[in-house]
């Protein structure tokens, strides 16, 4: 981290400051930023930013072998394949901790990684809403690969849209207006004119997909994806839904749901890397570690952290009915090196990914950040913590 640029915006910080920046970026959608915003960007070096970087090439490099749709074809549950497919995941993000080696250097270490869509609407406002109420250096950019914002909205809406028309193309998401991210829905509006629909709201006729419109019935052509399977199916328990996506339809989507699985916890064990923490489906392990607690134990199927067992013991690995559902993940142990106006914050920094049509492989253009003081990253670990929440990289 910067530690020039994290002085310099510490001496600049008041409060009030603070709460003028949040009142503005509320503003813009009123109501609709549910989780909470850190007081700080991140202040990301040369360095820092190539060693993600680094890894992240490598797993991309992995995803375009001609084996890794083999490899990886069992990380799609049983019932959840959905028809007709795509070459290329549209969207990757891969999530790094900030971490100490063994010699005392900051460096990444990465969590997880995931073909699906993030907060690629909300993410330039937020930037954009920093550098308006904070002292930001001009040398210093939230976006990559060299591109600034116009460029990055335009690459959104075309990966998004492709040949399509902002009419024939949706944001697809169950129950958007109680998702606890749905400000990036409509900041995706605001970017590249799609509308967001409620899976409920979808009408079907023989094969092809509709929705209503100012009392209009238009026909889907391409889907924006953001439907998560695994909260989808516990829903789809309670309630009967009116489109199975698992049947026939003739849409396009971005990216296809297949992505999320085989770019996921799934493909970890598959990553030779530094930055990669060492991981083994737990089936496959015939001799575990002398010292568990240096390991975690994930379930496969699972989003947002949930079934994640910190601190494993003996009984949590006997305990284990489907081990071929389980990884075993070398624990990373971020640090504690964002300083702020009281005790430091730790970070997890996501590195976000498009692949347009054409393009022989993706590339890195926005990112995210998150601040904890708790036990993990999220917001069930970090009440009455100030200086936590989402937030956003500045690279050097």
Avoid at 103 to 132: D, H, S, V, W
Avoid at 153 to 179: V, W
Avoid at 198 to 214: A, D, H, P, R, V
Avoid at 295 to 309: D, E, M, R, T, W
Wanted: some cysteine; charged content about 25%.
């Amino acid at each position: 981290m910067v530690n020039t640029e994290r002085e310099n915006f510490l001496k600049s910080f008041s409060t009030h400051r603070y709460e003028e920046f949040l009142n503005s970026l509320n503003s813009v959608h009123p109501g609709e930023i549910e989780f909470r915003v850190a007081e700080t960007p991140v202040f990301v070096g040369k360095e820092f930013k190539e060693k993600m970087l680094d890894a992240c090439e490598s797993i991309i490099d992995l995803v375009l072998d001609e084996n890794f749709i083999s490899k990886t074809n069992e990380s799609i549950p049983e019932g959840e394949k959905v028809q007709g497919n795509s070459s290329f995941p549209h969207m990757i993000a891969f999530d790094f901790g900030i971490c100490k080696s063994a010699n005392g250097e900051t460096e990444p270490r990465l969590i997880e990684m995931q073909g699906f869509p993030t907060l690629f609407g909300f993410q330039p406002l937020l930037a954009k809403q920093y550098q308006q109420h904070f002292n930001i250096p001009e040398n210093f950019s939230p976006f990559l690969s060299g591109i600034k914002e116009e460029e990055y909205k335009n690459k959104l809406t075309q990966t998004i849209l492709g040949k399509h028309t902002t009419e024939e193309t949706i944001l697809l998401e169950i129950f958007p207006k109680k998702q606890k991210t749905r400000i990036d829905f409509y900041c995706t509006e605001d970017i590249t004119g799609i509308k967001t629909v409620c899976l409920t709201e979808l009408i079907k006729e023989g094969n092809k997909l509709f929705y209503i419109s100012s009392g209009r019935k238009i026909r889907i052509k391409r889907i924006y994806n953001r439907i998560i399977f695994d909260e989808l199916n516990k829903i789809a328990e309670k309630d009967k839904l009116p489109v199975d996506l698992t049947s026939d339809i003739d849409v396009e989507w971005v990216p296809h749901p297949d992505w999320f699985y085989r770019i996921s916890k799934y493909t970890l064990p598959f990553i030779q890397h530094p930055y990669v923490p060492a991981t083994y489906f737990l089936n496959e392990v015939h001799q575990l570690p002398t010292a568990l607690s240096n390991f975690v134990l994930k379930p496969l199927f699972s989003f947002a952290g949930q079934g994640v067992i910190i601190d494993v013991k003996q009984d949590d690995i006997d305990s284990i009915k489907n081990p071929e559902q389980w990884i075993l993940q070398e624990k990373v142990e971020y640090a504690a090196v964002i300083k702020t106006t009281n005790i430091p914050s730790k970070a997890e920094i996501r590195i976000m990914y498009l692949w347009e049509e054409g393009a022989k492989r993706p590339i890195p253009v926005m990112n995210l950040a998150r601040l904890s003081k708790g036990k993990m990253i999220g917001v069930r670990y970090n009440e009455g913590h100030d200086w936590v929440g989402g937030s956003v990289c500045f690279f050097e």
